[in-house]
């Protein structure tokens, strides 16, 4: 049965730094894409960045480049994705969700088929002084 873990999510001054965690255990396909997407109060959800499980290709929401860095640990029955946030600003302030996409395709257009995922229960990222 597929599994999605996030941790890491808390409260941080702006130019502050996390790191999101997301376990996924128990799929079974072997080409997959992993993505972080956000969503804060009264907004729809967006993506955040994505990676592909095989190659590590990687994709970013223009918000988010130069801040955020998203990277992968393939074990054996597990795939981590992680997603290094450095920098944050106010509006980074949402509920980050892990996501996993049967999809052999890029990290981009995965990602842009958000009814093809499955989704981790959420973390709280809150930037404010």
Same mark, same amino acid.
């Given at each position: 049965?597929?599994?999605?873990?996030? *941790?890491?999510?808390?409260?941080?001054?702006?130019?502050? *730094?996390l790191r999101?965690?997301?376990a996924? *255990?128990?799929?079974? #396909?072997?080409y997959s894409v992993l993505? #972080?997407?956000r969503q804060a109060p009264g907004k729809e959800r967006e993506v955040v960045s994505c990676i592909s499980s095989g190659s590590g290709s990687t994709y970013y929401a223009d918000s988010?480049?130069?801040?955020?860095?998203?990277s992968r640990?393939?074990?054996?029955?597990?795939?981590?994705?992680?997603l290094q946030m450095n920098s944050l600003k106010p509006e980074?302030?949402?509920i980050y969700y892990c996501a996993v996409f049967p999809l052999m395709t890029t990290p981009a257009v995965a990602c842009a088929r958000q009814q093809y995922g499955s989704w981790g229960q959420g973390t709280q990222v809150t930037v404010s002084s």
């Open positions: 049965q597929l599994q999605l873990v996030e *941790s890491g999510g808390g409260l941080v001054q702006p130019g502050g *730094s999101l965690s997301c996924a *255990s128990g799929f079974t #396909w072997d993505g #972080w997407f988010v480049k130069g801040r955020f860095t998203i640990d393939n074990a054996k029955n597990t795939i981590t994705v992680y980074d302030t949402a």
